[in-house]
Each structure stands twice: as C-alpha cells, then as structure tokens.
C-alpha cells in the first residue's frame, strides 16, 4: 500500500534571503534579486549581472571547517539545519528511515577552479580536500553525517531539473515505504568565471546591464538567463510518520512526472512535448484531473524557447484550462539557481498554497503574442489554490514535474 507524503520543514538560503519567511515576504514584496557580479572582476566579460548570495559565510562555518567544503555544499549544510530545525527531527526517531536525496547540476566548480589554479603553479599545492569539496555527492554526505541519517543518501545530477528529480525521488522511496522521511531539494554555487564564461559563450546568458531587464521570463525581449546561486531544502515524510509526532504539515507532494526529449543537448523539444509529457505523468500519479491544477511555477527562464516551448506544452496539455491557470516564474527574481532552482521553487509554491497567493512575474513589460498565457505580470494575486505543478528542465533534454497540493487530512 502506497503512502501520502507531506512536507514537514523548510529551509532556503538565496538571492532574496538566508530564511524562508523573509523569502516570501520579498517575493510579495517584488524584491528584485538580481546585481552586479561582486564574485569576480567582469572586465572581459559580456555577462555582468547575476543574483548572488549576500551572506557571510564566516558566521555559519569557522575558516577551518570553510577550507574543507565548497560554496554548494555550505548553502546545502545552512538550508538543510533550517528546514531539519523546522521540522523538529530528533533522535526519536529511527535515523536508518530518514534519508538526503539532493540535487546539484555542476557541484564544487568553486574548489574546481581555485584548485587548478593552484595545479598550475605546483601539484603539491592542491588540497588534499579538493576531491571531497568537489563531487556533486558531497552535500548529501555532510548533511547525513553531521545528523546521523542512515537512509537512501545521494546526489542527483540532471542540469537545471536536478532539484525535482531529488524530490521526485524522495517522494518515490517514501510512498512505497523505502523511507520514512528524507531531506532533499538541490543546492548550487556557479557564479564563478569559467562557469559564466560557458555558458555566455553559449549565448544562453543575458547581457543586459539594466537590472529590471535582465531576467524577464515570458517577455518579447528577453534574451537569456541570469545566473543565481543558492539552496532550497524541503523535509518530506510520511503522513503516517508525520501524524504519530504530531508535526506541522505544510503541504502534501502528490505527483511527479519524469521525461526526456531525446531532441537536442541545450535546446527543448519543438512545442515542449517532453515537458508536456512530465507533466501529464505527474498530474496522472496525483490521481487528478488537469483542470485541478489552479497554478504552474513555470521554468520560466528568459530564455527565447524555453519559455516560448513551457508555453506551448502547458497549452498543448490543459487544451481550454491554460487560459485559466495562474502561472508565475520565481527566476524573474532570483534568476536561474541551476541545480537547485527547483528546491527553492518548491518552497515558493508551498508558500503560494498556504496563502492563497500568486506571486508576480515581475519586469514583465512586453507582451510576446506567442506566450499569450496568464503570467500573473508585476502584480500578485488573491487565489485558492488546492493543486499547483513545479516545472524544471534542464541540459540534455530532462524534464521533471511536481504537483504540490493543498494538504487536507
């Protein structure tokens, strides 16, 4: 017999904020996320803006601890403690039922270039932490240790849809009782140069200069992501688990949808059937109806099709029903987190159910007569909502779904 599973705790560290409840108050607040690049010197660079991490990580890790670990995995060691201490998890309960499943697309690409940098000049001035730092897997196995999970533990690498794979996952063991509960959501850290010089000499980054028009999922003149960095982290659990230790239930994960377009290595399928495909499974594994679904956190990424092939996949499923959903794309203020765009997306979406409300796209100026949807532009909205889908996909052609829905015992 399958099990409900319930999201139980919350934790983020991102361009808006190092919490949750200052996260939404920004994303109501149309807070834009998004500045100049403070990381590196962008002199010869087309690419000058991203959405950085404003903290100072010297007030959560002492420099030892700081020289061992690279900036994804101090986001995931932060968020996580949040969404752990939100969940209430002690030793209670049985530690070899709780599991980390994270997602990551490019890991320690920090420790990455620091280190090969140091190779240049001598091989034995690279730290012998460099492999350790590095690995995408590593976050997941700092987190298990440091709170003695023993369950299912392991990154998920699949591009910009990594974070919904690693919940889409978790939600998996724990509905055929593998687990009891498992840490999961995605953390990422590419604001470095040879990671902006890619993915610019790619043409897939913005250059504008203006930050209002940088990130503009939706609109005619979009141009290309902005780079963010960050974590998102969600505790999911059984209900039956939740409810013997009388827990707060913030939300319910009922489906998930996973597909490949099998098309292209960076471009999405011609009008999104991949993505129409993931989630079609999703809303079918939540035993719904597509006009259940009320509202989309689309992908959303201000990139020309992405966003014009999201559009047409969402109309190519929901037929009539597109035109009454409310959709809404969180990139537009803390741009594209790659890996961990998801868990921090998730954790909006959650936020939009318990308050009855859509946040905004924002910088949304001109409209695109080929995304003719409902994109909630520069305002948010008052609206019940008791089903909502989480869409992400990434590099490779992967397509990952969610539905997240209004718990109701």
Request: with cysteine.
């Amino acid at each position: 017999m399958s099990k409900r599973v319930v999201v139980t705790g919350l934790g983020t560290i991102n361009p808006l904020s190092d919490n949750v409840k200052d996260f939404w108050e920004n994303l109501i607040s149309l807070k834009n996320g998004i500045n100049k690049i403070s990381h590196f010197d962008t002199s010869n660079f087309k690419t000058k803006l991203a959405a950085e991490v404003k903290v100072d990580l010297n007030n959560y890790f002492n420099k030892k601890e700081l020289n061992k670990i690279d900036r994804f995995t101090s986001f995931a060691l932060i968020a996580s403690d949040q969404a752990i201490n939100d969940a209430k998890i002690n030793d209670k309960l049985d530690s070899n039922r709780i599991g980390v499943i994270l997602g990551s697309g490019i890991g320690g690409i920090n420790t990455l270039e620091k280190q090969h940098s140091r190779l240049l000049k001598s091989p034995k001035r690279v730290s012998p932490y460099f492999v350790p730092s590095m690995i995408s897997d590593i976050a997941p196995g700092h987190i298990s240790i440091k709170h003695g999970f023993k369950g299912p533990n392991f990154s998920v690498v699949s591009a910009c849809a990594s974070s919904n794979h690693a919940i889409g996952i978790a939600f998996k063991s724990i509905k055929h009782n593998e687990s009891d509960m498992i840490i999961t959501g995605g953390s990422e850290a590419g604001i470095t140069p040879l990671a902006i010089a890619g993915f610019m000499n790619m043409k897939a980054l913005s250059t504008e200069t203006d930050i209002n028009n940088a990130s503009i999922p939706f609109d005619l003149n979009r141009n290309g992501f902005v780079m963010g960095e960050g974590a998102g982290i969600l505790v999911l659990e059984s209900l039956t688990s939740a409810l013997n230790r009388n827990a707060k239930i913030y939300a319910e994960i009922s489906g998930y949808g996973s597909t490949a377009d099998a098309f292209h290595l960076t471009s999405p399928a011609p009008n999104g059937t991949g993505a129409r495909e993931a989630m079609k499974l999703a809303i079918n594994d939540a035993k719904i109806d597509i006009k259940d679904i009320d509202y989309i956190n689309a992908h959303g990424t201000s990139t020309y099709y992405n966003d014009l092939h999201e559009t047409q996949a969402i109309k190519s499923l929901f037929k009539d029903h597109a035109y009454n959903l409310s959709i809404s794309s969180t990139k537009s203020y803390t741009g594209h987190l790659l890996g961990a765009t998801g868990g921090v997306e998730a954790i909006a979406t959650i936020q939009s159910i318990n308050n009855s409300y859509i946040t905004a796209t924002i910088n949304h100026k001109t409209k695109d007569p080929e995304c003719d949807l409902d994109y909630t532009p520069n305002k948010g909205i008052n609206r019940t909502i008791n089903h909502a889908i989480s869409n992400n996909f990434g590099f490779g052609g992967h397509n990952a779904s969610i539905v997240i829905s209004k718990f109701k015992h």
